[in-house]
């Protein structure tokens, strides 16, 4: 199974400052299928990017992902206060469809 | 707009089976495959399996195989997850999500609202 790491654990920013959350893969991911999703207090996970940097509907131009390979990283320029959650990363290129286990990005 | 409405939450005792089931609206069944993902309390997501809405395919996780069942009824664009042979540790909400496109390699884009399920005797 691919293990997916993500890192730090927890984030702590202060509203409009930028966060850089990464996802480190034990093995390399087919064909960039890594996705990032945002789980809110009490919510279902929430897709935010899928196919490493394509953003999914109604996402804003602010998130943005980049990587390939076994490493990759979600960012949020100027981060808001409705985007403080925690952030799960998932790789789908084989299976088992592992997710990472989650950065919480929380409020300084 | 799509929709996935999940059944009630259920309370087993150990040994016992559940079946969650998984509702879809606005959107066309079939063109869409349907994965099971679970979260045990102040835990991080689990991925349990896919199941095909076009053929009734399915692909599990180890971890699951032999204790999980996922169907698909077409008829009423209804899915279904169940998992036999309950332990404790089995207690999570399970989520049901519509996967981007009818592949196994999708990402996940719509999810339902989860089921609780709590095993304990």
């Known amino acids: 199974d691919i293990v997916l790491t993500q890192s730090p654990g927890t984030l702590s920013l202060s509203p409009g400052e930028r966060a850089t959350l990464s996802c480190r893969a034990s093995?390399?991911?087919?064909?960039?299928?890594i996705a990032w999703y945002q789980q809110k207090p009490g919510q279902a996970p929430r897709l935010v990017m899928y196919?490493?940097?394509s953003r999914a509907t109604g996402i804003p131009e602010k998130f943005s992902g980049s990587g390939s390979g076994t490493d990759f990283s979600l960012t949020i320029n100027r981060v808001d206060p409705e985007d403080f959650a925690v952030y799960y990363c998932?790789?789908?290129?084989?299976?088992?469809?592992?997710f990472g286990q989650g950065t919480k990005l929380e409020i300084k | 707009q799509v929709q996935l409405l999940q059944s009630g939450p259920e309370v087993k005792k150990p040994g016992a089976s559940v079946r969650v089931s998984c509702k879809t609206f606005?959107?066309?069944?079939?063109?869409?495959?349907i994965s099971w993902v679970r979260q045990a309390p102040g835990q991080g997501l689990e991925w349990m399996g896919w199941?095909?809405?076009?053929?009734?395919?399915?692909h599990y996780a180890q971890k699951f195989q032999g204790r999980v069942t996922m169907t698909t009824d077409t008829s009423t664009g209804t899915a279904y997850m169940e998992l036999r042979s309950l332990r404790s540790d089995d207690t999570a909400m399970y989520y049901c999500?519509?996967?981007?496109?009818?592949?196994?390699?999708?990402?996940?884009?719509?999810w339902g609202q989860g089921t609780l399920v709590t095993v304990s005797s």
């Open positions: 999500a519509r996967a981007s496109w009818w592949e196994l390699e999708a990402s996940l884009d719509y």
């Open positions: 606005g959107y066309t069944f079939i063109n869409n495959a």
């Open positions: 199941v095909s809405t076009e053929n009734g395919n399915t």
């Open positions: 093995q390399t991911v087919s064909y960039t299928h």
């Open positions: 196919g490493t940097s």
């Open positions: 998932q790789q789908y290129g084989s299976s088992p469809h592992t």
